[in-house]
Protein backbone atom coordinates (compact mmCIF):
# COMPACT_ATOMS: atom_id res chain seq x y z
CA UNK A 1 0.00 0.00 0.00
CA UNK A 2 2.45 2.43 -1.02
CA UNK A 3 1.90 6.09 0.09
CA UNK A 4 3.63 8.34 -2.50
CA UNK A 5 4.18 11.87 -1.81
CA UNK A 6 4.93 14.61 -4.56
CA UNK A 7 5.99 18.17 -3.51
CA UNK A 8 6.24 20.99 -6.31
CA UNK A 9 5.90 24.58 -6.97
CA UNK A 10 2.18 25.63 -6.51
CA UNK A 11 -0.42 26.10 -9.35
CA UNK A 12 -0.39 23.65 -11.87
CA UNK A 13 -4.05 23.68 -13.35
CA UNK A 14 -6.19 20.12 -11.70
CA UNK A 15 -6.29 18.95 -15.71
CA UNK A 16 -1.81 18.20 -14.98
CA UNK A 17 -2.63 17.09 -11.21
CA UNK A 18 -5.04 14.35 -13.10
CA UNK A 19 -2.24 13.68 -15.19
CA UNK A 20 0.38 13.21 -12.94
CA UNK A 21 -1.18 11.12 -10.45
CA UNK A 22 -2.30 8.42 -13.28
CA UNK A 23 0.94 8.36 -14.97
CA UNK A 24 2.90 8.53 -11.11
CA UNK A 25 0.20 5.02 -9.77
CA UNK A 26 1.07 3.30 -12.90
CA UNK A 27 4.64 3.46 -12.84
CA UNK A 28 4.48 2.64 -8.95
CA UNK A 29 1.84 -0.31 -9.85
CA UNK A 30 3.80 -1.73 -12.83
CA UNK A 31 7.35 -1.52 -10.85
CA UNK A 32 6.48 -2.78 -7.61
CA UNK A 33 3.45 -5.51 -9.26
CA UNK A 34 0.52 -4.03 -7.02
CA UNK A 35 -2.85 -3.46 -8.08
CA UNK A 36 -3.62 0.42 -8.86
CA UNK A 37 -6.20 0.95 -5.91
CA UNK A 38 -4.26 0.62 -3.09
CA UNK A 39 -1.65 2.99 -3.99
CA UNK A 40 -2.18 6.52 -2.54
CA UNK A 41 -0.64 9.80 -4.08
CA UNK A 42 -0.72 13.36 -1.97
CA UNK A 43 0.73 16.13 -3.98
CA UNK A 44 2.04 18.65 -2.09
CA UNK A 45 2.19 22.48 -3.30
CA UNK A 46 4.55 24.76 -2.56
CA UNK A 47 4.82 29.08 -2.68
CA UNK A 48 8.28 29.63 -3.98
CA UNK A 49 8.92 31.61 -1.23
CA UNK A 50 8.99 28.49 0.72
CA UNK A 51 11.36 26.83 -1.44
CA UNK A 52 15.19 27.50 -1.76
CA UNK A 53 18.26 25.61 -3.38
CA UNK A 54 21.94 26.74 -2.77
CA UNK A 55 20.38 29.65 0.20
CA UNK A 56 18.29 31.33 -2.67
CA UNK A 57 14.44 31.46 -2.59
CA UNK A 58 13.02 30.09 -5.51
CA UNK A 59 10.37 33.13 -5.90
CA UNK A 60 13.89 35.59 -6.00
CA UNK A 61 15.93 33.24 -8.28
CA UNK A 62 12.88 32.83 -11.31
CA UNK A 63 9.99 34.87 -9.96
CA UNK A 64 6.60 33.77 -9.54
CA UNK A 65 4.88 30.85 -11.10
CA UNK A 66 6.48 26.99 -11.03
CA UNK A 67 7.69 25.23 -14.12
CA UNK A 68 11.47 24.42 -15.77
CA UNK A 69 12.14 28.67 -15.37
CA UNK B 1 8.99 13.51 22.14
CA UNK B 2 6.61 12.21 19.65
CA UNK B 3 5.99 14.21 17.17
CA UNK B 4 2.41 13.09 14.92
CA UNK B 5 1.17 14.32 12.01
CA UNK B 6 -2.36 13.80 10.43
CA UNK B 7 -2.63 14.26 7.31
CA UNK B 8 -6.92 14.70 5.91
CA UNK B 9 -8.87 16.46 3.87
CA UNK B 10 -9.29 19.93 4.45
CA UNK B 11 -12.02 21.73 5.71
CA UNK B 12 -12.60 20.63 9.19
CA UNK B 13 -14.17 23.15 11.79
CA UNK B 14 -11.79 24.01 14.83
CA UNK B 15 -14.40 22.28 17.09
CA UNK B 16 -13.24 18.98 15.24
CA UNK B 17 -9.64 19.98 15.11
CA UNK B 18 -9.88 20.56 18.98
CA UNK B 19 -11.15 17.68 19.94
CA UNK B 20 -8.38 15.23 17.18
CA UNK B 21 -5.52 17.12 18.72
CA UNK B 22 -6.86 16.47 21.98
CA UNK B 23 -7.57 12.60 21.83
CA UNK B 24 -4.79 11.65 19.93
CA UNK B 25 -2.42 13.16 22.25
CA UNK B 26 -4.26 11.49 24.85
CA UNK B 27 -3.88 7.82 22.89
CA UNK B 28 -0.22 8.43 22.05
CA UNK B 29 0.64 9.36 25.72
CA UNK B 30 -1.05 6.34 27.52
CA UNK B 31 0.14 3.91 25.05
CA UNK B 32 3.51 5.03 25.18
CA UNK B 33 2.98 5.80 29.30
CA UNK B 34 4.50 9.50 28.24
CA UNK B 35 3.54 12.88 29.98
CA UNK B 36 0.88 14.54 27.49
CA UNK B 37 3.55 17.96 27.52
CA UNK B 38 5.87 16.52 25.30
CA UNK B 39 3.72 14.94 22.13
CA UNK B 40 2.96 17.52 19.29
CA UNK B 41 0.39 17.20 17.30
CA UNK B 42 0.22 18.40 13.32
CA UNK B 43 -2.53 18.62 10.84
CA UNK B 44 -2.28 18.91 7.40
CA UNK B 45 -4.76 19.51 5.59
CA UNK B 46 -4.82 18.68 1.59
CA UNK B 47 -7.25 19.85 -0.78
CA UNK B 48 -9.17 16.97 -2.69
CA UNK B 49 -7.65 18.07 -5.88
CA UNK B 50 -4.15 16.98 -4.23
CA UNK B 51 -5.03 13.52 -2.75
CA UNK B 52 -5.29 10.18 -4.82
CA UNK B 53 -6.10 6.57 -4.83
CA UNK B 54 -5.85 3.72 -7.55
CA UNK B 55 -5.06 6.70 -9.71
CA UNK B 56 -7.76 9.16 -9.51
CA UNK B 57 -7.93 12.20 -7.72
CA UNK B 58 -10.57 12.66 -4.54
CA UNK B 59 -12.21 15.92 -5.92
CA UNK B 60 -13.01 13.90 -9.11
CA UNK B 61 -14.08 10.93 -6.73
CA UNK B 62 -16.08 12.26 -4.22
CA UNK B 63 -16.46 16.11 -4.83
CA UNK B 64 -15.55 18.73 -3.27
CA UNK B 65 -15.43 18.41 0.92
CA UNK B 66 -14.14 16.14 3.51
CA UNK B 67 -15.91 13.06 5.14
CA UNK B 68 -16.19 9.86 4.50
CA UNK B 69 -18.04 10.29 1.55
CA UNK C 1 -8.76 8.48 4.18
CA UNK C 2 -5.94 9.80 7.10
CA UNK C 3 -2.58 9.21 7.15
CA UNK C 4 -1.18 9.86 10.52
CA UNK C 5 2.67 9.65 11.35
CA UNK C 6 4.19 8.71 14.05
CA UNK C 7 7.99 9.53 14.97
CA UNK C 8 9.56 8.47 18.30
CA UNK C 9 12.49 7.61 19.64
CA UNK C 10 13.22 3.57 18.45
CA UNK C 11 13.05 0.67 20.17
CA UNK C 12 9.86 0.11 21.37
CA UNK C 13 8.43 -3.77 21.30
CA UNK C 14 5.43 -4.77 19.00
CA UNK C 15 3.45 -5.10 21.76
CA UNK C 16 3.59 -1.50 22.48
CA UNK C 17 3.64 -0.69 18.58
CA UNK C 18 0.04 -2.82 18.59
CA UNK C 19 -1.27 -1.14 21.22
CA UNK C 20 -0.66 2.61 19.69
CA UNK C 21 -1.64 2.08 16.23
CA UNK C 22 -4.95 1.12 18.30
CA UNK C 23 -5.38 3.45 20.12
CA UNK C 24 -4.27 6.30 17.50
CA UNK C 25 -6.90 4.66 14.85
CA UNK C 26 -9.53 4.90 17.37
CA UNK C 27 -8.62 8.33 18.23
CA UNK C 28 -9.04 9.84 14.54
CA UNK C 29 -11.82 7.19 13.47
CA UNK C 30 -13.88 9.59 16.45
CA UNK C 31 -12.88 12.36 16.70
CA UNK C 32 -13.28 12.64 12.61
CA UNK C 33 -16.53 9.81 12.82
CA UNK C 34 -14.51 8.21 10.37
CA UNK C 35 -14.36 4.21 9.91
CA UNK C 36 -11.31 2.78 11.19
CA UNK C 37 -10.92 0.68 8.09
CA UNK C 38 -9.48 3.77 5.61
CA UNK C 39 -7.47 5.29 8.70
CA UNK C 40 -3.72 4.56 7.89
CA UNK C 41 -0.42 4.72 10.54
CA UNK C 42 2.84 5.25 10.64
CA UNK C 43 5.54 4.99 12.75
CA UNK C 44 8.73 6.12 12.07
CA UNK C 45 11.63 5.26 14.30
CA UNK C 46 14.25 7.21 14.94
CA UNK C 47 17.57 6.82 16.54
CA UNK C 48 18.43 9.39 19.48
CA UNK C 49 21.49 10.25 17.85
CA UNK C 50 18.96 11.76 15.16
CA UNK C 51 16.91 13.87 17.31
CA UNK C 52 17.66 17.09 19.03
CA UNK C 53 15.71 19.83 20.71
CA UNK C 54 17.82 22.75 21.93
CA UNK C 55 20.80 22.08 19.33
CA UNK C 56 21.72 18.94 21.35
CA UNK C 57 21.22 15.26 20.40
CA UNK C 58 19.27 13.45 22.79
CA UNK C 59 21.64 10.45 22.48
CA UNK C 60 23.99 13.09 24.59
CA UNK C 61 21.22 14.50 26.90
CA UNK C 62 19.29 11.50 27.38
CA UNK C 63 21.66 8.07 26.87
CA UNK C 64 20.37 5.17 24.75
CA UNK C 65 16.89 3.95 24.91
CA UNK C 66 13.42 5.78 24.33
CA UNK C 67 10.87 6.69 27.07
CA UNK C 68 10.45 10.08 29.29
CA UNK C 69 14.29 9.76 29.88
CA UNK D 1 12.53 20.92 -9.12
CA UNK D 2 9.67 18.02 -7.63
CA UNK D 3 10.52 15.84 -4.70
CA UNK D 4 8.79 12.34 -4.89
CA UNK D 5 8.90 10.43 -2.05
CA UNK D 6 7.64 6.80 -1.85
CA UNK D 7 7.23 4.99 1.07
CA UNK D 8 6.61 1.46 0.88
CA UNK D 9 7.19 -1.71 2.77
CA UNK D 10 10.78 -2.50 3.52
CA UNK D 11 12.45 -5.13 1.64
CA UNK D 12 12.56 -4.86 -2.71
CA UNK D 13 15.89 -5.70 -3.85
CA UNK D 14 17.49 -2.99 -5.69
CA UNK D 15 16.88 -3.91 -9.22
CA UNK D 16 13.50 -3.56 -8.33
CA UNK D 17 13.87 -0.08 -6.84
CA UNK D 18 16.36 0.86 -10.14
CA UNK D 19 13.47 0.63 -11.93
CA UNK D 20 10.90 2.16 -9.46
CA UNK D 21 12.75 5.65 -9.58
CA UNK D 22 13.20 5.53 -13.56
CA UNK D 23 9.66 4.88 -14.00
CA UNK D 24 8.63 7.62 -11.49
CA UNK D 25 10.76 9.90 -12.59
CA UNK D 26 9.73 9.78 -16.31
CA UNK D 27 6.08 9.78 -14.95
CA UNK D 28 6.80 12.98 -13.62
CA UNK D 29 8.52 14.52 -15.86
CA UNK D 30 6.19 13.89 -18.69
CA UNK D 31 3.39 15.15 -17.36
CA UNK D 32 4.82 18.31 -15.81
CA UNK D 33 7.05 18.68 -19.04
CA UNK D 34 9.78 18.93 -16.71
CA UNK D 35 13.48 17.88 -17.39
CA UNK D 36 13.92 14.52 -15.34
CA UNK D 37 17.59 15.99 -14.24
CA UNK D 38 15.83 18.10 -11.89
CA UNK D 39 13.60 15.56 -10.57
CA UNK D 40 14.74 13.94 -6.99
CA UNK D 41 13.17 10.51 -5.63
CA UNK D 42 13.52 9.48 -2.46
CA UNK D 43 12.35 5.83 -1.15
CA UNK D 44 11.10 5.16 2.41
CA UNK D 45 11.29 1.81 3.52
CA UNK D 46 8.99 0.77 6.59
CA UNK D 47 8.90 -2.59 8.19
CA UNK D 48 5.59 -3.87 8.63
CA UNK D 49 5.36 -3.60 12.19
CA UNK D 50 5.21 0.36 11.39
CA UNK D 51 2.78 0.13 9.44
CA UNK D 52 -1.40 -0.44 10.21
CA UNK D 53 -4.42 0.39 8.37
CA UNK D 54 -7.99 -0.15 10.68
CA UNK D 55 -5.58 -0.35 13.66
CA UNK D 56 -3.99 -3.36 12.76
CA UNK D 57 -0.32 -3.69 12.08
CA UNK D 58 0.70 -5.08 8.80
CA UNK D 59 3.36 -7.18 10.40
CA UNK D 60 -0.11 -9.07 12.32
CA UNK D 61 -2.38 -8.74 9.23
CA UNK D 62 -0.07 -9.85 6.50
CA UNK D 63 2.97 -11.30 8.15
CA UNK D 64 6.64 -10.20 7.49
CA UNK D 65 8.00 -9.30 4.01
CA UNK D 66 6.32 -6.53 1.55
CA UNK D 67 4.05 -7.22 -1.68
CA UNK D 68 0.27 -7.40 -2.05
CA UNK D 69 -0.02 -9.85 0.60
CA UNK E 1 22.20 16.40 -1.78
CA UNK E 2 20.61 17.18 1.67
CA UNK E 3 16.71 18.59 1.81
CA UNK E 4 16.16 20.17 4.82
CA UNK E 5 12.51 21.00 5.75
CA UNK E 6 11.41 23.59 8.38
CA UNK E 7 7.67 23.42 9.79
CA UNK E 8 7.05 26.40 11.76
CA UNK E 9 4.10 28.98 12.21
CA UNK E 10 2.56 30.59 9.41
CA UNK E 11 3.30 34.10 8.42
CA UNK E 12 6.75 35.14 8.27
CA UNK E 13 7.43 37.61 5.61
CA UNK E 14 9.47 37.22 2.79
CA UNK E 15 12.68 38.90 4.24
CA UNK E 16 12.97 36.48 7.37
CA UNK E 17 11.80 33.61 4.98
CA UNK E 18 15.07 34.56 3.06
CA UNK E 19 17.45 34.80 5.93
CA UNK E 20 16.23 31.93 7.16
CA UNK E 21 17.29 29.24 4.26
CA UNK E 22 20.40 31.74 3.79
CA UNK E 23 21.76 30.73 7.45
CA UNK E 24 20.47 27.36 7.63
CA UNK E 25 21.69 26.38 4.12
CA UNK E 26 25.22 27.59 5.12
CA UNK E 27 24.98 25.68 8.67
CA UNK E 28 23.90 22.75 6.45
CA UNK E 29 27.18 23.34 3.87
CA UNK E 30 29.87 24.03 6.75
CA UNK E 31 28.53 21.22 9.16
CA UNK E 32 28.74 18.71 6.17
CA UNK E 33 31.20 20.27 4.06
CA UNK E 34 29.45 20.37 0.77
CA UNK E 35 28.43 22.80 -1.69
CA UNK E 36 25.45 25.27 -0.84
CA UNK E 37 24.76 24.84 -4.25
CA UNK E 38 23.50 20.67 -3.96
CA UNK E 39 21.44 21.93 -0.46
CA UNK E 40 17.23 22.29 -0.57
CA UNK E 41 15.55 24.10 2.18
CA UNK E 42 11.59 23.70 1.74
CA UNK E 43 9.31 25.96 4.14
CA UNK E 44 5.93 24.40 5.08
CA UNK E 45 3.98 26.75 7.21
CA UNK E 46 1.46 25.94 9.94
CA UNK E 47 -1.37 27.62 10.47
CA UNK E 48 -1.75 27.51 14.78
CA UNK E 49 -4.86 26.06 14.78
CA UNK E 50 -3.13 22.90 13.16
CA UNK E 51 -0.26 23.17 15.67
CA UNK E 52 -0.89 21.26 18.99
CA UNK E 53 1.20 20.20 22.38
CA UNK E 54 0.19 18.83 25.43
CA UNK E 55 -3.29 18.34 23.67
CA UNK E 56 -3.88 22.13 23.13
CA UNK E 57 -4.18 24.08 19.68
CA UNK E 58 -1.82 26.92 19.46
CA UNK E 59 -4.53 29.29 18.62
CA UNK E 60 -6.12 28.35 21.64
CA UNK E 61 -3.02 28.58 23.63
CA UNK E 62 -1.33 31.47 22.05
CA UNK E 63 -3.88 33.22 19.80
CA UNK E 64 -3.16 33.93 16.12
CA UNK E 65 -0.13 35.13 14.91
CA UNK E 66 3.63 33.51 15.06
CA UNK E 67 6.78 33.83 17.35
CA UNK E 68 7.48 32.84 20.59
CA UNK E 69 4.69 34.37 22.06
CA UNK F 1 8.15 25.66 18.37
CA UNK F 2 9.76 24.93 14.69
CA UNK F 3 10.96 21.66 13.71
CA UNK F 4 13.24 20.68 11.13
CA UNK F 5 13.99 17.33 9.14
CA UNK F 6 17.24 16.83 7.50
CA UNK F 7 17.14 14.21 4.92
CA UNK F 8 21.04 13.13 4.33
CA UNK F 9 22.57 9.95 3.05
CA UNK F 10 23.33 8.00 5.30
CA UNK F 11 26.40 7.22 7.38
CA UNK F 12 27.99 10.54 9.53
CA UNK F 13 29.68 9.45 12.77
CA UNK F 14 27.89 11.10 15.21
CA UNK F 15 30.29 14.27 16.01
CA UNK F 16 29.32 15.44 12.24
CA UNK F 17 25.61 15.19 13.24
CA UNK F 18 26.35 16.95 16.96
CA UNK F 19 27.80 20.04 14.73
CA UNK F 20 25.50 19.58 12.65
CA UNK F 21 22.33 20.33 14.94
CA UNK F 22 23.72 22.61 16.89
CA UNK F 23 24.74 24.80 14.03
CA UNK F 24 21.06 24.35 12.64
CA UNK F 25 19.91 25.16 15.27
CA UNK F 26 21.85 28.28 15.65
CA UNK F 27 20.72 30.08 12.23
CA UNK F 28 17.28 29.02 12.99
CA UNK F 29 16.89 30.76 16.48
CA UNK F 30 18.72 33.41 15.29
CA UNK F 31 16.92 34.58 11.91
CA UNK F 32 13.44 33.68 13.20
CA UNK F 33 14.46 35.37 16.68
CA UNK F 34 13.26 32.69 18.95
CA UNK F 35 14.98 30.28 21.55
CA UNK F 36 16.64 27.59 20.68
CA UNK F 37 15.04 25.15 23.42
CA UNK F 38 12.00 25.01 21.75
CA UNK F 39 13.41 23.82 18.10
CA UNK F 40 13.63 20.44 17.20
CA UNK F 41 15.73 19.31 14.67
CA UNK F 42 15.49 15.38 13.02
CA UNK F 43 17.61 13.83 11.16
CA UNK F 44 16.70 11.03 8.88
CA UNK F 45 19.27 9.07 6.99
CA UNK F 46 18.51 7.45 3.50
CA UNK F 47 20.66 4.84 1.75
CA UNK F 48 22.15 6.00 -1.40
CA UNK F 49 19.99 2.85 -3.02
CA UNK F 50 17.07 4.73 -1.92
CA UNK F 51 18.00 8.19 -3.28
CA UNK F 52 17.60 8.91 -6.79
CA UNK F 53 17.93 11.79 -9.25
CA UNK F 54 17.40 12.35 -12.64
CA UNK F 55 16.03 8.83 -12.34
CA UNK F 56 19.61 7.37 -11.22
CA UNK F 57 19.99 5.69 -7.74
CA UNK F 58 22.59 7.42 -5.47
CA UNK F 59 23.87 4.00 -5.39
CA UNK F 60 24.87 3.83 -8.95
CA UNK F 61 25.63 7.26 -9.56
CA UNK F 62 28.20 7.34 -6.64
CA UNK F 63 28.87 4.04 -5.13
CA UNK F 64 28.52 3.57 -1.70
CA UNK F 65 28.77 6.15 1.31
CA UNK F 66 27.81 9.43 1.88
CA UNK F 67 29.48 13.03 0.70
CA UNK F 68 29.80 14.94 -2.62
CA UNK F 69 30.79 12.14 -4.25
Known sequence: ????TIKLAK???VEIKRELVAAVTQAVAS???LSPEIITVLIEE???E???TGG???SD???KGYGEK
Chains 1, 2, 3, 4, 5, 6 share one sequence.
Do not use: E, Q, T
Not at 1 to 4: D, G, L, R, Y
Open 50 to 52: NWA
Open 46 to 48: LDR
Open 31 to 33: SLK
Open 61 to 63: KFG
Open 11 to 13: GRP
Open 1 to 4: MPIV
Open 56 to 58: LLH
